[in-house]
């Protein structure tokens, strides 16, 4: 995430730990279901096992599954969909009605409500998570307006509205039958028309002149004139038809076979109720709802009226994904990569840093803060002591205060003076007058790290390598501790020094705790020391005169 955003993104993450009740495990949300779940299923696996997936369990509804993906899928890409994500959270913390209904039928048989209690309260819009969202767009829109001016203002607010519909088309659309979308993994939509064309070829003749009375028109031309028999053997008439009849509303709304009426209309008590048969009107359904599968053409024409989206993929299809997005590299952008890669270590304003090799350190102190973040993709995963400490250990390495037993909400922003790892990083970087990259990539584009790339891949699979994760993070305490002694006055303000002293503290309590939640004798364990190993022959770099 660009250094720019990280303020704005912070509220978002916030609304996140509290979710995961701020690393305390009787406060974790999760937890708290699952507690619930376990009150009328008591044997019911671990929602992160395979087991879960049993039949027994019936947890076959595909439109949760959907939903699911959904939300992974656009969270992998944070920075290309930044203002759809803020929509989207603005929607889902949004108070619900079927919240507070749960939260008043559940005790009616007897079952622990608080899940539902605890989110028409900690939702609220006054200082619970949805004026935190509110506040994340606000800020995010007037970002865009101060540093882009307003037409792209009015662009990254449309793309807000996107990602909230998104997020409300989740539920409403969740209601609707989803069992025809394992289907559509087997039939591409130029098959799916395919057939639908057969069956219309068909049908031609028995229903040409039944429809002279009608005034329906698709397109540009009457039912009837479409459904000319000698007319409809030319290819170039059957595209306009399809093409035509995929659009005309209300008798098709793409990708909604349900509401559309000329379903309506093939069954029973419709007006053509027989004349498709099961097994056609199947085929017909099929290729309805195929219609709403690629959405891209709305999309781009909603945000940006003035760009076609056919000129847009082919002038970003060679390109590095997040200039679609217009997060592109800036001429000064680069002119900055440039400045900071010619800086020799131990040159800086004043010599600050004589025992230090920025060009080293830099890299590995910003990448530092990757290697548990993933760990949290699965909060399901975080219910636990260890999962809690890894929530605590992340919170203090954003900056977030000592928690407490009631969460900050909105006072949070305020109390919080100084920032955390990231924060004290760009501090260095500006002690020693040097150009502030953009964020992570621009930093280490300048500062090229073999290392720091090595940690980005480790922890792109935090399970598979948690133990080592954990080491290299210990070890990083280490480089922390260097850079707020005495001895480096300078690189941070007396203030900061102090601050990260403290956070350095809170850092090491949670990872003794992940530790010790480890069992003697485990891999993780053996992965631990070498992970701590790693990191701390690289950081010895960092000293001295090493290049």
């Given at each position: 995430m660009p250094f720019a955003l990280r303020q704005i993104v912070k509220q978002t993450w916030q609304v996140f730990t509290e979710e995961l009740g701020n690393g305390n495990r009787d406060q974790h949300h999760v937890k708290i279901f699952e507690d619930l779940l376990s009150e009328f299923e008591p044997d019911l696996p671990s929602p992160i096992t395979k087991a879960i997936l049993h039949p027994r369990y019936r947890l076959g509804s595909l439109k949760y599954w959907r939903a699911a993906v959904a939300q992974l899928l656009v969270s992998l890409f944070p920075r290309e969909f930044l203002p759809e994500i803020l929509g989207f959270n603005l929607h889902f913390e949004a108070l619900q009605l079927d919240t507070m209904q749960a939260s008043k039928e559940l005790p009616e048989v007897c079952l622990n409500?608080?899940?539902?209690?605890?989110?028409?309260?900690?939702?609220?819009?006054?200082?619970?998570?949805?004026?935190?969202?509110?506040?994340?767009?606000?800020?995010?829109?007037?970002?865009?307006?101060?540093?882009?001016?307003?037409?792209?203002?009015?662009?990254?607010?449309?793309?807000?509205?996107?990602?909230?519909?998104?997020?409300?088309?989740?539920?409403?659309?969740?209601?609707?039958?989803?069992?025809?979308?394992?289907?559509?993994?087997?039939?591409?939509?130029?098959?799916?028309?395919?057939?639908?064309?057969?069956?219309?070829?068909?049908?031609?003749?028995?229903?040409?002149?039944?429809?002279?009375?009608?005034?329906?028109?698709?397109?540009?031309?009457?039912?009837?004139?479409?459904?000319?028999?000698?007319?409809?053997?030319?290819?170039?008439?059957?595209?306009?038809?399809?093409?035509?009849?995929?659009?005309?509303?209300?008798?098709?709304?793409?990708?909604?076979?349900?509401?559309?009426k000329l379903v309506q209309e093939f069954r029973w008590g419709g007006r053509m109720y027989g004349s498709l048969t099961k097994s056609e009107l199947d085929i017909f359904e099929l290729w309805v709802n195929s219609l709403g599968h690629d959405q891209n053409p709305f999309y781009h024409s909603f945000i940006n009226p003035s760009m076609d989206s056919q000129d847009q993929v082919s002038k970003t299809s060679d390109t590095d994904k997040s200039v679609i997005i217009a997060l592109t590299v800036s001429e000064k952008n680069i002119e900055t990569a440039i400045l900071l890669s010619q800086v020799p270590s131990g040159k800086y304003s004043g010599d600050l840093t004589a025992n230090l090799n920025l060009p080293s350190m830099l890299p590995l102190w910003f990448t530092q803060c990757c290697l548990l973040e993933s760990f949290l993709y699965a909060p399901g995963r975080t219910t636990d002591n260890l999962g809690c400490a890894v929530v605590r250990f992340l919170r203090a390495q954003s900056g977030f205060e000592t928690e407490d037993s009631v969460v900050t909400g909105t006072d949070e922003p305020h109390t919080t003076e100084n920032g955390g790892i990231i924060e004290f990083g760009l501090e260095m970087i500006r002690a020693a007058s040097l150009p502030i990259p953009q964020g992570l990539h621009g930093l280490l584009s300048a500062w090229p790290s073999e290392f720091a790339t090595t940690m980005l891949e480790l922890a792109s699979s935090p399970i598979q390598n948690l133990g080592t994760l954990l080491g290299m993070a210990m070890a990083f305490l280490e480089l922390q501790e260097m850079v707020s002694e005495s001895s480096n006055y300078g690189l941070l303000s007396p203030k900061s020094s102090e601050r990260l002293a403290s956070l350095i503290r809170r850092q090491y309590e949670c990872l003794q705790v992940c530790l010790e939640e480890i069992p003697i004798g485990d891999a993780r364990r053996v992965a631990f020391h070498r992970g701590y190993d790693m990191a701390k022959a690289e950081i010895s770099k960092c000293s001295g005169s090493a290049p």
């Open positions: 409500a608080y899940y539902f209690l605890l989110h028409v309260s900690i939702d609220n819009s006054h200082s619970g998570h949805a004026a935190m969202a509110m506040a994340s767009v606000t800020d995010y829109i007037e970002h865009i307006t101060e540093t882009e001016g307003e037409v792209a203002a009015e662009t990254a607010w449309k793309r807000v509205q996107a990602g909230y519909v998104f997020s409300e088309w989740q539920i409403q659309k969740g209601n609707q039958a989803t069992n025809i979308l394992a289907q559509l993994n087997d039939e591409s939509p130029d098959q799916l028309e395919s057939k639908v064309l057969a069956i219309f070829s068909s049908k031609i003749q028995a229903s040409h002149r039944l429809h002279c009375g009608s005034r329906v028109k698709i397109g540009e031309r009457l039912l009837t004139d479409w459904l000319d028999p000698e007319a409809f053997l030319g290819e170039e008439w059957q595209r306009k038809f399809m093409r035509s009849l995929s659009t005309c509303q209300p008798w098709i709304y793409p990708g909604d076979s349900q509401k559309s």
